[in-house]
């Protein structure tokens, strides 16, 4: 027989709140996710009914007045950007200079910038913007940008000038600490005046870059359709037609054995609309599901993933492990986080994410710590609250790849309309 613990987290508070339920057997209850159903004539079968229901009513009332504290609906923080405003305004004086121009030289997917800039005219509301492609000129613009804007793509991140620069004001010298991770192209800074509301372009910096901007990146499991099978997906640069996918796995210390892998994307046609389809449109890259079976019940296994060039070369990721589920039936214990409207944030303060999702990196991290006592995790929409902008996919899912490469993560839609980027949701996910 196996205990279920079921541990909510109400994401959207500073300090996650946690409990336990121990419930008996599924033999003797229903469940279904995102509407339990408890089914016991006992007092005890009551009693945990009665738990999951105030686990319920407090996770809804937080998110509610969380999601009240967020202004406008739909606010997300790179809508804020008035990019078909954009003017130029270069001032020859004035720079913006990034280091090191290449990231990741030891296989790793996030690093950190230093961005150095200066304006001989600073104010207040002077903002530093990534931009990735690196090349965000008009040349890039589509059909869909109407008029002859300047910019037609809104930036990935962006911080404020004086952010941690006191003296900007006064010296318009300024520095930044942004970090970066790898989605598939190169990157730039502009330094932009104006404000948000009407921005002006002031000095764009030199090129980044990661060593291998196409490589596999940000491994996420489900569980699959049986007990004994575990789904795999990622994220590349590489179609099929440059390289072929597929996952290297097997039990820890055993034989290792391969796995090919499908690969999906979707272009700017399939979004709904406004911004999705304009400034918010960026290449999600290719998405690639891979299926490992059999497996032994309670084992560890290891994995890593494989891109075979046409020229027969083996890209790989780093390796990573999880812990197949156990055999059906058998008295064992599966420990279960769920929550909802995580949303995601920047861990270098950019976006001002941390008046937009405040919970969201504390439950990220939180979950992290308690890893080795977590089976799964059940992230009921809404998911990261994209809105239209689809680099922030990319930034969530770097954000839970410490979770998602080891414990399964599974997902489900909620009540935010399906469209923009939210349809791709389970592709890019599941």
């Not at 599924?26 to 016991?40: A, D, K, M, T, Y």
Request: hydrophobic share 35%.
């Amino acid at each position: 027989m196996t205990d279920w613990v079921y541990m909510p987290w109400v994401t959207p508070s500073a300090n996650p709140v946690r409990f336990v339920v121990r419930s008996p057997p599924p033999s003797c209850c229903q469940s279904r996710l995102g509407n339990r159903i408890v089914r016991e004539s006992s007092m005890k079968g009551r009693l945990l009914l009665l738990l999951w229901a105030w686990a319920a009513a407090t996770w809804v009332s937080v998110s509610a007045v969380t999601r009240l504290g967020r202004g406008v609906a739909g606010e997300q923080p790179l809508s804020r950007i008035a990019v078909e405003r954009v003017v130029l305004a270069v001032n020859d004086a004035a720079y913006v200079k990034a280091s090191p121009l290449v990231l990741g030289h030891k296989g790793e997917n996030s690093e950190w910038a230093d961005v150095e800039f200066f304006h001989p005219n600073p104010s207040d509301d002077d903002w530093i913007g990534v931009f990735s492609p690196a090349n965000f000129s008009d040349a890039i613009c589509e059909a869909e940008n109407t008029g002859t804007p300047v910019l037609c793509t809104a930036p990935i991140k962006y911080q404020f000038a004086n952010f941690e620069n006191d003296g900007y004001n006064k010296t318009g010298k300024g520095y930044l600490k942004l970090q970066l991770i790898n989605q598939r192209e190169d990157f730039s800074f502009a330094l932009f005046s104006g404000g948000l509301s009407k921005p002006k372009l002031i000095s764009v910096s030199n090129k980044v870059a990661f060593a291998n901007p196409k490589a596999p990146v940000y491994p996420r499991l489900a569980q699959g359709k049986s007990w004994n099978e575990m789904t795999v997906t990622w994220t590349s640069g590489y179609d099929i037609t440059e390289a072929v996918p597929f996952v290297e796995w097997g039990e820890k210390g055993g034989r290792r054995l391969l796995a090919p892998a499908g690969t999906l994307t979707f272009d700017r046609n399939s979004m709904c609309g406004s911004p999705a389809r304009t400034v918010g449109w960026r290449h999600p890259g290719y998405i690639h599901t891979s299926f490992l079976k059999d497996l032994w019940p309670d084992s560890p296994y290891t994995y890593r993933l494989g891109h075979r060039l046409m020229n027969g070369t083996r890209v790989w990721s780093k390796s990573y492990s999880f812990k197949a589920s156990p055999y059906p039936g058998q008295d064992s214990l599966q420990r279960v986080v769920v929550f909802g409207d995580m949303g995601k944030a920047e861990a270098d303060g950019s976006n001002e994410f941390s008046d937009f999702q405040p919970g969201s990196l504390n439950t990220t991290y939180q979950i992290i710590r308690d890893l080795e006592d977590i089976d799964m995790v059940v992230h009921i929409g809404d998911i990261c609250y994209a809105d239209g902008y689809l680099s922030q996919w990319d930034q969530f899912t770097a954000q839970i790849e410490p979770i998602a490469s080891r414990v399964p993560y599974m997902i489900g839609l909620y009540s935010t309309p399906l469209c923009s980027s939210h349809v791709h949701a389970h592709r890019r996910l599941r």
